[in-house]
T-cell receptor, first 109, second 115 residues
Framework: GQNIDQPTEMTATEGAIVQINCTYQ??????LFWYQQHAGEAPTFLSY??LDGLEEKGRFSSFLSRSKGYSYLLLKELQMKDSASYLC??????????WGAGTKLIIKP | IAGITQAPTSQILAAGRRMTLRCTQD?????MYWYRQDLGLGLRLIHY???????GKGEVPDGYSVSRANTDDFPLTLASAVPSQTSVYFC??????????????FGPGTRLTVL
């Protein structure tokens, strides 16, 4: 079957670093996306990985290991505005996205 | 219009009624999608369209229908609403086809309550 696993909730301190993990099992693989979703709003795109390794974009980085079915999103220099849910999604063999339930990140001062 | 819009923003509907959720994009994206989002669950794909004139079923299509008469519009219809269709509905679009993917852009969502 197809499955995406993420922690339900994480808490971190303003200015710190946090790593949000995502493991997946899907029928085929054509890339992995990370999205950010603030409460009551629509998801917005953060990153896309299709090859193994680290993609860095400002304070956010995303890592992928296809052989392990594993990705993480790394957020540095946390700010209060980073409080949101972070959604992991994998593109399956039909080129449709399979979504994890999301990780709610709480930032404390 | 800038990006992707949805209407209505929210709706309370009696069970058994017919309802159409509207979605319009002005980015000329070929692909469009309808998702529902429920607490504790990931976004689930209801229907999609890779190009105008074609549609496909997603993970949870039962009770829903779509049409794609042109590039910009992708309405979702609930023929006879049931309480289990209470959810937040997101429309999305992307510059993707059935053989490659690109990021999806989401509308603001429609919060639907079926009583």
């Amino acid at each position: 079957g197809q499955n995406i696993d993420q922690p339900t909730e994480m808490t971190a301190t303003e200015g710190a670093i946090v790593q949000i993990n995502c493991t997946y099992q899907t029928s085929g693989f054509n890339g992995l996306f990370w999205y950010q979703q603030h409460a009551g709003e629509a998801p917005t795109f953060l990153s896309y990985n299709v090859l193994d390794g680290l993609e860095e974009k400002g304070r956010f980085s995303s890592f992928l290991s296809r052989s392990k079915g594993y990705s993480y999103l790394l957020l540095k220099e946390l700010q209060m505005k980073d409080s949101a849910s972070y959604l992991c999604a994998v593109t399956d063999s039909n080129y449709q996205l399979i979504w994890g339930a999301g990780t709610k990140l709480i930032i404390k001062p | 219009i800038a990006g992707i819009t949805q209407a209505p923003t929210s709706q309370i509907l009696a069970a058994g009624r017919r309802m159409t959720l509207r979605c319009t994009q002005d980015m000329r994206h070929n692909a469009m999608y309808w998702y529902r989002q429920d607490l504790g669950l990931g976004l689930r794909l209801i229907h999609y369209s890779n190009t105008a004139g074609t549609t496909g079923k997603g993970e949870v299509p039962d009770g829903y229908s779509v049409s794609r008469a042109n590039t910009d519009d992708f309405p979702l219809t609930l023929a006879s609403a049931v309480p289990s269709q209470t959810s937040v509905y997101f429309c999305a679009s992307s510059d993707s086809t059935g053989t490659w993917v690109n990021e999806q852009f989401f509308g603001p969502g429609t919060r639907l309550t079926v009583l």
